[in-house]
């Protein structure tokens, strides 16, 4: 559709609903559109990719990834250089055997036992949070609150010192929110000097996390602590100091942007619906799974990844071929008629509810799917115990971007 250019920065500044009312048309087309790259300064661009929006589409791509790869890259658009994977290129960009040792490595942080024993760590710094946030008086709902639990537990997991949290955040915020002016300083428009600047921001932000990691590995190798670090640079398999960087980048950037932008549309949402929020209050043990997910689903907080075909291929009817990208757009797989009753209503009581906002089935599911869980549903707990009247007051401001949907800021009251 000519009026629907998902590559242009102006069409994901337009509101939520114009956006999931576009999408809405392109599910209804007969085949997914191709879409043209912008070219990209110092990185190059190919000719396009094919927007997968239904559920289908988006779900058979993700199980086959001898088909639909990650490699070169999933995390952008365009391929990524050498000069940006050494920050960047994590294990989503990875396929099989290097993804399966990446992926067999840093599960251990993610086993039953280990998450089990995070959950008196996770209730301390919900209620540090929610402390902190009384004392301060309502603002900003999204700093104050949402953005701060999800690095202070990331952080802690790896052992990053308290002092580093906030230069973390920062550079999370510069490398989710390349487009966005408020975090980059540079007017979106995409011309060749903005662009080039941006990569600038983009790559300072990625070497200051690498070289933090980097620097926390050498301490530990050899010299355990008991922490997330220490276990993956000690032991018979190992993360040289590149691979370690680079997942502690995918960990703090995919982790606590997830959980982060959960929560703020979470609190967004329950205000919005009064029925819900009294149907989650009303048993909040009972509901509290079921609202997470369905938070998850209508917010889906990651919009999209990239896949490449390694073959020739026909999925639902279209013939792709080698050497073509697909963009698995997730936000939209979440809306599809085909799938939801209702799809634009929120309803925490939906059931099934197979989303796919940590991912599509298959080896790139979110490896931290189950701690984002536990993130959101402590978070929620601690806020609506102690503050039981807290909702937002006014709009969001929404990051400005084609990958996270984020909120920067919510004003909220309690």
């Known amino acids: 559709m000519a009026d629907i250019d998902l590559s242009q920065i102006p069409f994901w ?17 007969d085949r997914p559109v191709f879409v043209k790259e912008n070219k990209v300064p110092f990185v190059g661009h190919g000719p396009g990719y094919y927007a997968l929006v239904r559920h289908a589409d988006v779900s058979e791509a993700s199980r086959n990834a001898g088909i639909f790869s990650s490699e070169p890259t999933a995390n952008s658009i365009v391929d990524m250089p050498r000069w940006m994977a050494v920050y960047f290129g994590s294990m989503i960009n990875m396929d099989d055997p290097r993804h399966a040792r990446l992926r067999r490595i840093v599960s251990r942080a993610f086993t039953p036992r280990i998450l089990s024993k995070m959950e008196e760590d996770l209730q301390r710094a919900a209620t540090r949070i929610v402390d902190e946030a009384i004392a301060e008086g309502p603002g900003d709902f999204v700093t104050q609150i949402a953005a701060r639990l999800p690095v202070q537990v990331i952080c802690d997991m790896m052992g990053i010192p308290p002092k580093f949290h906030d230069r973390v955040l920062r550079a999370t915020n510069i490398i ?28 300072n932000a990625g070497r ?11 301490a530990r190798r050899g010299n355990s602590t008991g922490d997330l670090t220490s276990l993956l640079v000690n032991g018979e398999e190992s993360l040289t ?34 029925e819900q929020r009294e149907l989650l209050l009303s048993d909040f043990e009972g509901r509290i799974g079921g609202a997470v997910e369905e938070i998850i689903r209508y917010s889906t907080p990651v919009i999209q990844f990239r896949r490449t075909l390694t073959r020739d291929h026909t999925m639902n009817g279209m013939d792709y071929r080698k050497g073509d990208k697909v963009l698995l757009f997730y936000n939209s797989a979440n809306r599809d008629e085909a799938v939801f009753t209702d799809p634009d209503a929120f309803d925490i009581t939906r059931h099934p509810n197979p989303h796919v906002g940590f991912g599509g089935p298959g080896p790139h599911y979110c490896l931290g799917a189950h701690l984002a869980r536990r993130e959101i549903t402590v978070m929620f707990r601690e806020l609506f115990t102690r503050l ?20 920067k800021h919510l004003p909220y009251a309690t």
């Open 208 to 218: 200051s996390l690498n070289h933090l990691a980097a620097r926390l590995g050498r």
């Open 176 to 203: 989710l929110g390349n487009a966005d002016p408020e975090y980059t300083g540079i007017e979106p428009e995409f011309k060749r000097w903005n662009v080039a600047r941006g990569l600038v921001k983009l790559m």
């Open 13 to 29: 500044a337009l509101p939520q609903a114009e956006r999931a009312d576009a999408f809405r048309r392109l599910r209804r087309l």
């Open 241 to 274: 100091p590149q691979e370690l960087g680079s997942f502690f980048i995918l960990l703090v950037v995919a982790g606590s942007e997830t959980t982060r932008n959960a929560i703020s549309h979470g609190l967004k949402l329950l205000t919005d619906h009064p």
């Open 388 to 407: 039981p009247e807290i909702r937002s007051t006014g709009e969001p401001d929404y990051l400005l971007s084609n990958f996270i949907n984020g909120i």
